[in-house]
C-alpha cells in the first residue's frame, strides 16, 4: 500500500516539477536571446552574420534537446496525453506543423541539398532554421509562462541596442567594432539588418504604452517609445516609416471605441515628433556628428535628414498638441456635464432611461466626431510629412523630366527601391518558369540565390543591376518563401502568420500582451514586404506567434 502511495506522489512530484523545468529552461532560454543575443559580436561587423547564427543555433539546439527530453519524459508517464493534445490543437497548430512538413518536402525535392539543409553562406535560412522556428512556436505557445516580466525583459534588452544605434549614428562609437563602416550600426550589422531587428522589437513598447492602465508602466513604456522612435528615424532604412504607419494605422482603429485610447495614440504622435526634434538637437551638440544621409555627399537630403532638420516636426508637434489639449478639455467639461444631469434626473425613474439613452447617443456621437478629427489630423501630418520629405524619394526613384511633367512624385520601375523592382521582377519570372511540383514545393529553403542565378537570362538582369554583389533572396519575404518553398509553403506560412495575427485581435481586449504580440507581428509583416528573414528577426517573430498562442489557449480553456 505504502508503494503504491509513493509511486503516485512521485508520478504527481514528476508531473508538475516537468512542467516546471519546462518553464524554466524557456525562461533562460528567452532572457539569453532577449539580453545577450543582441550583442553577441565577438568578430566586430566583419563576420557578425556567422557568429549571430552560430550562436543561435547552437543555443536553440540544446535548448530544443532538453524540451524534447522533458516532453518525451511526460509522454512516457501519461501517454494519453497524445491523444488529448491533437484533440486540442488550433488552426495556427496545423498550419505550423504544414509549414514543417513542407520545409521538408521542400529539402527533398530541391537539387541544391547542402545549401537547402543549412541555408546560403552568410544567411543560413535553410532546413534546419526553418525547423527551429516552428519548434519555436511549439515550445512557446505550450510551456512560456508570458506575463508583464517578459514585456519588462523584452523593452530592457532592446532599449540599449537603439541607444547603441543612436549614439553610433552620431559618430559616438562606447564599444570598438572591426569594421565599422556608417553603413554599419549598434551591434546588429548594416542598416537593413538593424531596421529588422527594430521592426519586430519597437512595437512592443509602443504597444505597451498604448494599452497600460498602470501609471509608472506608461511612464516607463512611454520612455522606451521615444528612443526607439528615434532610433527609427535615425537609423538611415527607409523601411522604417512602414512600420511607422503600420503600427498607427492599426492603433488607430483599435482605439476607435476609447477615447483615452485615441489619446495615447495621439501621445504616441507627439512623442515620434518629439523624437525628430531630439535627433535635430543632438545635430549641434558638441561633439556629435551625423554620419549617414545622401546629402552628406552632396545629394537631395534623405526623409532622415529632413526630418531631424528644421522645424517642420516642431510646427507639427505644435499642431498636434493643440489639438490634444482642446480634446482633452472638451472631454472633460462633456463628462461633468453628464455627471450633472444623472445627478438631477436620479430621483425621477421614469426620465432616467429617457435621459440615459439621449446621453448614450451624444456620447456615441462625441466618440465618432473626435475619431474623425484624429483622422484628418492623422492624414494631415502624413500628407506634411511626404510634403516635408520631398516625396520619400530614394536613391532607385526614377525622377526624370517626363515624370516630375507628368505630377507623378514616384514612379515604380525596375529601379525603385534600391533595385528592389528588378529584384521582384526576376523572381516572378523565376517562379513561372519552374515545373509543376517545385511551384508547388519550391526549390529547397535558401536556395533562391543558387536556383535564380542558374537562369543565364536572369543572371544578366541581376549582374547588370547589383553587379558583384550576389542577390541571395528577393527582399521580400513573400516572393522569396514562395520560390524557395513553393505555393504551399507560402500559404502554409501566410496562414501561420494570419490565423495568430487575427486571433489575437479579436481576443485582445482584455489582454493586453494579446495587442503586443499583434502589432509586433503586423509590424514585422509590413516591414518585410520589402525585407528578408534573416536571424536577427524572424526568431522573434516566432516566439511572438508562441506567446500569443500560448495566450489564446490559456483564455479558451479558462472560458
Not at 529539402?107 to 541539398?113: D, I, N, T
Request: aromatic content about 14%.
Amino acid at each position: 500500500m505504502n508503494t503504491i502511495k509513493l509511486n503516485c506522489l512521485n508520478s504527481i512530484f514528476s508531473r508538475v516539477s516537468g512542467k516546471r523545468i519546462g518553464q524554466i529552461v524557456l525562461w533562460l532560454y528567452f532572457v539569453l536571446l532577449i539580453v545577450i543575443y543582441p550583442y553577441y559580436a565577438p568578430g566586430g561587423y566583419l563576420r557578425i552574420g556567422e557568429e549571430k547564427y552560430f550562436f543561435f543555433r547552437n543555443v536553440t539546439l540544446l535548448m530544443a534537446a532538453v524540451m524534447i527530453v522533458i516532453i518525451v519524459c511526460t509522454l512516457i508517464r501519461r501517454p494519453g496525453l497524445v491523444t488529448g493534445y491533437y484533440h486540442r490543437m488550433s488552426v495556427t497548430d496545423w498550419f505550423a506543423y504544414g509549414y514543417f512538413v513542407t520545409v521538408m518536402l521542400s529539402y527533398l525535392c530541391s537539387a541544391y541539398k547542402k545549401e537547402a539543409f543549412w541555408g546560403t553562406e552568410g544567411w543560413y535560412m535553410g532546413t534546419v532554421m526553418q525547423m527551429l522556428f516552428v519548434l519555436l512556436y511549439f515550445f512557446f505557445s505550450r510551456y512560456f509562462v508570458s506575463g508583464g516580466k517578459c514585456l519588462a525583459v523584452w523593452m530592457t534588452g532592446s532599449a540599449g541596442v537603439f541607444i547603441l544605434g543612436i549614439l553610433n549614428r552620431y559618430s559616438v562609437y562606447p564599444f570598438a567594432m572591426e569594421g565599422q563602416t556608417p553603413v554599419f550600426i549598434s551591434t546588429l550589422g548594416n542598416i537593413n539588418w538593424f531596421c529588422g531587428y527594430w521592426s519586430v522589437t519597437a512595437p512592443v513598447g509602443l504597444t505597451l504604452y498604448w494599452c497600460s492602465e498602470k501609471r509608472w508602466c506608461r511612464l516607463l513604456a512611454g520612455l522606451y517609445s521615444l528612443v526607439a522612435m528615434l532610433a527609427g528615424v535615425v537609423q538611415g532604412s527607409e523601411s522604417a516609416y512602414l512600420v511607422f504607419g503600420a503600427v498607427g494605422e492599426v492603433l488607430l482603429l483599435f482605439s476607435i471605441h476609447s477615447v483615452q485610447r485615441l489619446y495615447r495614440w495621439m501621445e504616441l504622435c507627439m512623442i515620434w515628433l518629439a523624437g525628430c526634434q531630439l535627433g535635430r538637437l543632438m545635430r549641434y551638440l558638441p561633439g556629435l556628428r551625423m554620419n549617414y544621409g545622401s546629402a552628406i555627399n552632396g545629394g537631395s537630403p534623405s526623409v532622415m535628414e529632413r526630418l531631424t532638420d528644421g522645424n517642420d516636426t516642431l510646427w507639427i508637434l505644435g499642431i498636434m498638441l493643440t489639438v490634444y489639449i482642446i480634446f482633452r478639455v472638451w472631454n472633460g467639461k462633456s463628462d461633468a456635464k453628464e455627471a450633472g444631469e444623472e445627478d438631477m434626473t436620479r430621483p425621477q425613474e421614469k426620465d432616467t432611461a429617457k435621459s440615459r439613452g439621449v446621453w448614450d447617443f451624444m456620447k456615441v456621437s462625441r466618440k465618432k466626431v473626435v475619431c474623425i478629427a484624429v483622422v484628418i489630423v492623422f492624414w494631415l501630418l502624413v500628407a506634411a510629412g511626404i510634403f516635408c520629405a520631398g516625396g520619400l524619394l530614394d536613391e532607385g526613384t526614377s525622377t526624370d523630366a517626363s515624370a516630375q511633367d507628368n505630377g507623378r512624385i514616384v514612379v515604380f520601375n525596375e529601379d525603385w527601391g534600391n533595385g528592389r523592382g528588378v529584384a521582384w521582377n526576376c523572381s516572378i519570372e523565376a517562379y513561372k518558369r519552374l515545373d509543376s511540383l517545385h511551384k508547388i514545393v519550391g526549390v529547397g529553403p535558401d536556395c533562391f540565390a543558387n536556383h535564380i542565378y542558374g537562369d543565364s537570362v536572369l543572371a544578366v538582369r541581376l549582374v547588370e543591376e547589383f553587379g558583384q554583389e550576389r542577390l541571395t533572396n528577393a527582399h521580400n519575404e513573400g516572393l522569396s518563401i514562395l520560390i524557395n518553398l513553393g505555393l504551399l509553403g507560402a500559404l502554409c506560412y501566410a496562414g501561420l502568420v494570419g490565423s495568430v495575427l487575427l486571433r489575437c485581435c479579436r481576443r485582445a481586449q482584455g489582454q493586453q500582451i494579446l495587442y503586443v504580440c499583434a502589432v509586433s507581428i503586423l509590424a514585422y509583416t509590413v516591414h518585410n514586404v520589402v525585407s528578408f528573414q534573416q536571424v536577427l528577426n524572424t526568431p522573434y517573430l516566432f516566439i511572438l506567434l508562441g506567446i500569443g498562442e500560448g495566450l489564446l489557449r490559456k483564455s479558451k480553456e479558462k472560458a
